[in-house]
Every structure is written in C-alpha cells, then in structure tokens.
C-alpha cells in the first residue's frame, strides 16, 4: 500500500515568511510524528498525535511553531515567521499498524530552507 | 542532551567485515528500536527489541540490549557496499510513545 507522503518535498522561503507542511499518514495508522533534522545531524522530536488524544508538543522549539492533524489523519505543521535556523528537513512518520503498532514509517521529508 | 547516543560517530570497514554500533540512553524504557537512513530510502525501521528481550536477530542483523547499562548494540555481519547509511537507535524515553533518538552512527562499507 502507499506510505507516508509529504509535500512539498522542497522549500523555499524569506525570512518572516509562513510555511505550512503536509504529511498524509499511511491509512488506519494512529500516532503520527514530526520530526526535524539538521544537516548531519540526527533527529530532533517536535510533536506526537496519537488518536484522538491531546498531542505531545513538548519538542516544539518555539511558540511559531504549531501543527495540527484533522480527522485523525492528515497533518500540517506551521512555521511562522520564519527564521534562518528554521532550515532543516522535516519528516514525518506515522505508526499504530496492526502487528508492528510501535514500527514508524517514515516519509520523504519536506526540505526548508529559508533565505 | 540526547536520550540515545550512538558510538562511534562514523565507521568505515571492508566489505565482507562486521560492523558494531552502540547505543547508550539515560532513562528507563519499554523498547528500543533502531533505524538506518540513507540518501535512496530515507530513514526504515531496521529492528524493536523490548526491554525483557537481551538479543534479537534479523538477517544479518544482531542487537543485543543491557538494561542495567542502558546500552544497545547493533551489529550487521557481512557487511555489504548497500549497508553504506547512517544507524540511529530511538527509544521510548521513559516508557512513553514520545521517541528520542540518537545522533547516529554514520558507516561505509568499502568495496
């Protein structure tokens, strides 16, 4: 079946521009993650949605931040007032499979820059 | 600081050769899991062992797990030119679905 997508794959943007990034989940999955990844770097939590629960955005690094997962499937992370150290690539997984519930399936990631 | 850190940064070995990565983490934990990423696939699940576990296989794949030392390896056998990728541990930081993982292990496999 199809996994997880993310659009756009690449991004542009000015400094103090918003952004919204899109992750649509491998269908029936309930938790969903964002994560962010320097270059060279591992990754970095952002925020955890599982089901119909309050999120975890313990790993939001500031209030421009925020994400939100409509009909406990597709999700979108906003990024206002974008800042230079905003570049990153952001990925998104989702997990809740039947059989491999704690496995997450990764998508291709949205690459940010902002210039 | 990082719930998972892996060792060593990077590892360079000869194909055909064993390649073994560590993990370290602080907190206590229900499972830990470790991923693989590189340029062609991007990041995939390799292998979950649960803490009542102390070995897992898979493939060529072989992880061991110390919860007394909080520490994980992996270990590939037979290493392949395809192996060439980056290896990060990710664990459920104190037994919640909130997954932190490490800074990786960066390995090539010379042909």
């Known amino acids: 079946g199809a996994g997880v997508s993310q659009s756009p794959s690449n991004k542009v943007t000015e400094k103090g521009k918003d952004v919204e990034l899109r992750c649509d989940p491998i269908?029936?999955?309930?938790?969903l993650y964002w994560y962010r990844q320097s270059l060279g770097q591992g990754l970095e939590f952002l925020i955890y949605?599982?089901?119909?629960?309050?999120?975890?955005k313990s790993g939001l690094p500031s209030d421009r931040f925020s994400a939100e997962r409509t009909g406990g499937s597709v999700s979108t992370l906003t990024i206002q007032r974008t800042q230079q150290e905003d570049s990153a690539v952001y990925l998104c997984?989702?997990?809740?499979?039947?059989?491999?519930?704690?496995?997450?399936?990764f998508g291709p990631g949205t690459r940010l820059t902002v210039t | 600081s990082q719930q998972g850190e892996e060792d060593p940064q990077a590892l360079s070995i000869q194909e055909g050769e064993n390649a073994t990565m560590n993990c370290s983490y602080k907190?206590?934990?229900?499972?830990l899991q470790w991923y693989r990423q590189n340029s062609g696939r991007g990041l995939v699940h390799l292998i979950l062992i649960r803490s009542n576990e102390r070995e897992k296989h898979s493939g060529r794949l072989r992880v061991t797990l110390d919860t007394s030392k909080k520490s994980s390896s992996l270990l590939i056998t037979a290493s392949r030119a395809a192996d060439t990728a980056s290896y990060f541990c990710a664990t459920d930081a104190g037994g919640t679905y909130k997954y932190i993982f490490g800074t990786g292990t960066r390995l090539k496999v010379l042909a």
């Open positions: 907190t206590s934990i229900n499972n």
């Open positions: 949605f599982q089901g119909n629960s309050a999120p975890d």
């Open positions: 997984a989702s997990s809740g499979g039947a059989g491999r519930a704690l496995e997450q399936y």
């Open positions: 269908s029936g999955h309930t938790a």
